[in-house]
Every structure is written in C-alpha cells, then in structure tokens.
C-alpha cells in the first residue's frame, strides 16, 4: 500500500476517533463519573447496540492509528528491508489481535455471553 | 587540552588589539587513528565583529594549523562552512562571536554527515537525495519550440518558488532534522524543498515523477514538521514551509 | 541504532527539545504522548475485558484503578489525550499547508514564515487545554 494511502487512513482514523472518544468519555461524566463504572451501568452501555456498535468502531479506529503511529516511530530509528517487513507486519498483526480481543468483549457481553 | 594563550609574534595582516577574548573549543576527530572524538581548547581574542569562522583560521594561522575545517566564500553564499556552533548548526562565516553570548565557543562537524576529519564532513548523502528528486526542470519541449525562444513566466510565478532556489546545499537543515538524526533512509529536508522549488516552478512539467519518488516509507511522510530545519536555515528558504505546502499536493489540499 | 560511520546523532537528537524553539517540544511531546496513549489503550482494553469474569471480575478491577494512584494515571492520560487531539489537528493543518505562510521572496534576517505565530499559539493552546483537561479530570476524580 502506497505510503500516502497509509497516512490519510492515518489521518482520517484520527479525525472520526476524536468525535467519537469525546461521545464516550462524555457518557463517563453526564452519569457520575464513579456510578458510571458501576457494573449494571456497563452492561446496560454494552447492552445498548448503538454504544457497542460505537465502541467497535473507536477500537478499530485507535487502533489503526495507534499501531501506524508505532510502525512509524519504529521505522525511524532503524532500517534494513527485513526489520521494515518485521516492523510492519509485526505492527498489522498487533492491530488485529487487538481488535479481535476487544471486539470478542463487547459482542459476549452484548449478546449477554458473559 | 588547553593550548597557550598567547599568538605567536610573526606578522600579521590582522592586527589583534581587543581585550576581549574566548576559549574556543575544537572538535578533533580523524576516523583513522581516533576512537572517539575529544576538545582541543583555545584562548581567541576577537573583536565585535568577528566570525566564528574568523576564531577558526585564527587558530589555523598561529596555533594549530592541522584543524581541519571547509571553508570558501567567507559570506553566507558556498555553505562549506557549515558546523555544530554552541549545539547548534550554523555557518561559521555568518554567526558572529558576539551575538553567541558565551564565553566558551564549541565547534563541532555537522550531526548526520559522515566526518571526514575535525569539522569537515561529507556531503555524499546530501548530493544523493538531491539528485533523487530530480532537481532540473523537466519537460518534453525546449526554449527553441515556442517563439518567444524562452519559457515565460511572471513575476507573480516567480514569486512562488524563488525563496527555494536560494538553497547554497549547506546541509544545516539536514543536520537539525530529528528525522534524520536516526533515519538512514530519509530524504532529508533540502531535498524536498527542492523537489517543492521545481513542483512550483511554472516551467516544470515533472510534478507527478516528483511526487512518485517522495511517496515512499521514507520519503515526504518522514517529516513531521518539527520546523528544525527552518529554524537554522541561513538564507530563508524555509524548508518546512516548502515540505507542507508539497504535502498539501498531496492530501489534496491543492491541486 | 547510532552508526558512529554516518555520525547520527541518534535517538539523544530526536528527543532533545532544546535547541530549536517550541516547535520541537511540541514534536518530542507529540510522540511521547503517542505513545503513552497506545500503552494506555493495550491496558483499557485488556482491563474492561474483566467484565466478562462478572461483578466479581470487574469490581476488582475497580479496586485496582480507583485508587489515588490509578486517578493520578488517569489525569495523565486525559492530559496526553488532550494535548495530542489538539496539537494533532494543528499538525494535519500545517501538513496541509494551512498557516504556514506564502511563498515570498526572502530578506535578511530571513525569519521562517512557517514557524509564525498561529502555530505557536497553536502548541501553547494545546499545552494549556491539556492542563485545564486534567485540572478538571483530577477535580471530578477526587472530588467524588
């Protein structure tokens, strides 16, 4: 993939997880910030398919933007074709594994397999 | 190594009168017998209006004429003579001993550049990734085809470029850059200001070959506009500014 | 990593902010907050997946970060998250070439019209929302 391809997904990632993580962190605060980590509170957010729906989304957009960022970083300070390759792959397999595990947590708890 | 404080009595086509005085410390380096680089102190008189360089062939003519130092035009025009000034880099022929405020001047060869010996560096990487980008004006035609026996262009075209093309290759942006402080493979900021100089130059028709070569892992998104470079370029050419007005091509912010 | 041959300053040059003005700091801050940010995600994400062991799982979770330590984290996080949105957005504008300067011919003293004000406010709002974030974030935190 063309490496201006990379930083607009880059970019673009960044600009929808800000509205997003400001919804979330909005929904921390309009609650009380400790009843809102009570555990009936959390299910009822994950149970609530819109908010799931959102959370995955924010995953997968942190995600890829957080893991380029370190792809990035990483490409800096070293070179060579095979620690690029690592680096890069090493980065995507990160990524997904991620969110994998994340989106594992929100679909059992909202399909209520906990 | 303190050296003696005293010139040698022979004479000399500068007299040296001034009261004021500075230690100047040399970084001496040869790669072929040194391990690792040590300071060479000496005791320079200097005057309100003596450069850095001044310091150097001061040290070269009385006291220490090994140091290995490049030098030419004595006026901010060659850039031979850029270096690592007080941490920073500067040219030595247009930074002045006064306006460095300090009593202890440190000279250094240029960080990122390959040392030759002392202050000179190599500029091969610097020559390289300013050849990659293809810094000629590239079209199928020549001045013969149109009429006018000359490619026109207005003073308001010119306008949008010139500032680039007042790059003299010192290679103190390259030195400043964060980027290359740890990238082997970055394209460095000279060139690509210089790949922006000939994308805005009217008579250019090589834009999208340009833009091809600095997509790359290592090319125009290695920067991060930490605008270093900009901060000690010594003859306004900006190359921040160049670098985000080129990725702005890029992201579609200009067309 | 520092090839003595190709006498890189290494990675002392990239995170030492001092020589070349705010710009810098912003640069080295940017990618430290990055970073913090990331590690800060990989935990969330493993943490909020006790809610699967139940309330059991996830009230020792809370007990784990609802403390004065775990608050103090959270403060930092929030001012990092702060600071990297906002410098992040003056970032992707300046890449854009949005604010930094026009093209003109230059004259002695030669000052960079791309390190201009409007970018510098630009960090220090940054700075300064980051500050007030958690300022705010410590006061909801420990206030209850």
Same mark, same amino acid.
């Given at each position: ?10 970019? +673009? ?55 380029? +960022? ?9 070179? +060579? ?5 690592? *680096? ?20 059992? *708890?909202?399909? +209520?397999?906990? | &190594? ?25 970084? #001496? ?21 003596? /450069? ?10 009385? %006291? ?5 130092? @490049?030098?030419?035009?004595? !006026? ?11 941490? =920073? ?39 390289? /990734? ?8 590239? #079209? ?8 006018? =026996? ?12 010139? !500032? ?14 964060? /980027?290359?402080? /740890? ?10 200001? !210089? ?14 070959? @340009? %833009? =091809? ?8 998104? @290695? ?7 900009? !901060? ?8 921040? &500014? ?8 890029? %992201?579609?912010?200009?067309? | ?108 003293? $030669? ?24 300022? $705010? ?8």
């Amino acid at each position: 993939m063309r490496e201006s391809i990379i930083m607009k997904i880059h970019y +673009g990632t960044a600009l929808a997880a800000v509205a997003l993580v400001a919804v979330h962190i909005l929904m921390r605060l309009t609650q009380g910030f400790a009843e809102s980590l009570e555990y009936d509170s959390v299910i009822a957010n994950y149970k609530f398919l819109p908010y799931a729906g959102m959370l995955e989304i924010i995953l997968i957009l942190l995600s890829i933007h957080g893991f380029n +960022g370190l792809r990035v970083i990483l490409l800096e300070l070293k070179q +060579g074709k095979t620690y690029e390759k690592a *680096v890069s792959y090493g980065c995507i397999a990160a990524m997904i594994t991620l969110i994998v595990y994340g989106s594992r947590t929100i679909i059992m *708890v909202n399909t +209520g397999m906990t | &190594m303190a050296q003696t404080s005293s010139l040698a009595d022979e004479n000399s086509s500068t007299p040296l009168s001034s009261q004021q005085s500075i230690i100047l410390r040399i970084a #001496r380096f040869n790669p072929e017998h040194d391990s690792a680089k040590k300071f060479m102190e000496f005791n320079i008189p200097y005057e309100k209006w003596t /450069t850095v360089l001044e310091a150097i062939l001061e040290v070269k003519k009385h %006291l220490d004429h090994s140091v290995a130092v @490049r030098y030419s035009c004595r !006026q901010a025009t060659c850039g031979s003579c850029g270096m690592i000034i007080n941490g =920073k880099p500067r040219l030595a022929c247009f930074t002045k001993i006064s306006e460095l405020n300090s009593n202890i001047i440190t000279v250094e060869p240029m960080n990122n550049f390959p040392i030759i010996r002392d202050l000179a560096v190599k500029f091969e990487r610097l020559f390289d /990734t300013h050849h990659k980008i293809k810094p000629y004006i590239i #079209r199928d035609d020549t001045e013969i085809t149109p009429n006018t =026996k000359e490619f026109l262009q207005s003073p308001e075209e010119l306008e949008k470029y010139i !500032q680039f093309s007042n790059c003299i290759k010192c290679g103190l942006c390259n030195s400043a850059c964060p /980027t290359m402080a /740890t990238d082997s493979s970055f394209v460095g900021p000279q060139a690509l200001a !210089q790949a922006y100089r000939y994308v805005a130059d009217s008579r250019d028709k090589g834009k999208d070959d @340009r %833009l =091809k070569i600095i997509d790359d892992s290592h090319g125009i998104w @290695r920067c991060h506009f930490a605008g270093s470079c900009s !901060q000690v370029c010594p003859k306004g050419v900006d190359p921040a &500014m160049g670098i985000q007005l080129l990725r702005g091509y890029m %992201l579609g912010f200009r067309s | 990593m520092t090839n003595q041959d190709e006498h890189k300053e290494g990675i002392g040059g990239m995170i030492n902010p001092r020589r070349y003005g705010i710009e810098r700091v912003a640069y080295l801050l940017m990618r430290l907050s990055g970073l913090g940010l990331l590690a800060y995600f990989i935990a969330h994400i493993y943490e909020t997946s006790s809610i699967l062991k139940g309330q059991v799982g996830w009230n020792e979770f809370l007990e784990l970060t609802q403390t004065n330590a775990g608050h103090a984290i959270l403060a930092i996080v929030i001012g990092m998250c702060v600071f990297h949105t906002v410098n992040g957005i003056r970032v992707m504008l300046g890449q854009g070439g949005v604010g930094v300067g026009k093209p003109a011919r230059p004259d002695y003293p $030669y000052p960079p019209a791309s390190q201009n004000i409007r970018h510098k406010m630009g960090i220090y709002s940054a700075i300064t929302l980051a500050a007030i974030a958690m300022m $705010y974030g410590l006061a909801i935190m420990f206030g209850e």
